[in-house]
């Protein structure tokens, strides 16, 4: 902090080296195209070094700068027309559930009840395949499908490592909404991860393990 607010330019390399591709992650959210995200992070960058002594710390630094990018973001996307994805986010329940219902034993209320077929137990499958290229590109598209508020949540939360705090302020949620937004996108992905440990062999050990 004292050497970014030195105007210490290895300091800012640094930052954006470490924050540049969540910055772009979350600018993506907002605009129409990669191009014009990595714009909204130019611009981001240099309003940090031009405000750098305005900032009271009041929050983490990171928290700060990706106010700052979401605010310039929130800009772009309102000047191409765009709708903002968490201008209007309102109560997150649509109705949508979290969990397939045909996962639960029928009892008359969709989404509850006991397990049909449960969630599967992750500390079950070999640690090579959990870190497997593929699988992890499984879990990137499944990211990518989501509707955006849940993207954002759930990419602040668990790609960059936000608190909940830090999340709620960024995108400007209440912390009720961010719960439910971040549980349904969590149940979404854990799901796709499902059928990819499935296609690929359930819970087997390979062979070349065994």
Known sequence: M?????GNEEAFAELVDRLGPSMLRLATMYVSSRAVAEEVVQEAGVAVLTGIDK????SSLKTWIFRILTNKAKTRAERE???VPFSSLGDPDD???AVDPDRFIPTGVPGRGPWA???RALDRIPEDRLLAREARERIVAAIKTLPPAQRAVIT???VDGLSAEETCEVLELTEGNQRVLLHRARSKVRA???RY???TGGENVPEEAT
């Not at 004292?2 to 030195?6: C, F, K, N, T, V």
């Open 81 to 83: 027309g765009r709708t």
């Open 2 to 6: 004292r050497a970014l607010r030195r």
């Open 55 to 58: 900032f009271e710390e009041r």
């Open 117 to 119: 077929t449960p969630p």
């Open 95 to 97: 109705g949508e559930p």
């Open 156 to 158: 602040l939360r668990d």
């Open 197 to 199: 440990i499935d296609e």
């Open 192 to 194: 796709e991860f499902e």
